[in-house]
């Protein structure tokens, strides 16, 4: 009678652990799937489209936005000095845009890429980044 109990028992347990690892792998298979999706929609993004008078004639700033965009969507939001660095590059970008045109040109800018952004951990930190370098009194190159 104790074996099979003991028996049971195990069957029982090891049946447990199978159902956490199934479920383990289904979430983590959803969040693969929404970082695929969350990555295309920034290959999508037409970054040079969304001004192109603007940035003609400053390139540089095409690859600086692009590239904190796209950090911004890799980094770890439990990390506050990664999200205070990045945050940090979106306030002196946008800075940079004011001075290559104007505040109203540079909040269009970024508007139209905050529209095209659907993770609101993201948003969030491009738009505290845009509050922040809106008190910048120039841009730092």
Known sequence: MRKSVLILGLAILLSGCDSANQMIDKAQETANQKVESLQSKIEKLDIEGLNSELFKNTPQLVSQLTAAINDASQVDFNNPVAVEEIKGRISN?????????????AQGVMDKLLESISNAEMQQLIESGIAEGKNYTACVK
Do not use: H
């Open 93 to 105: 970008i946008y800075a940079c845009l004011v001075d290559a045109s104007s505040a109203s040109s």
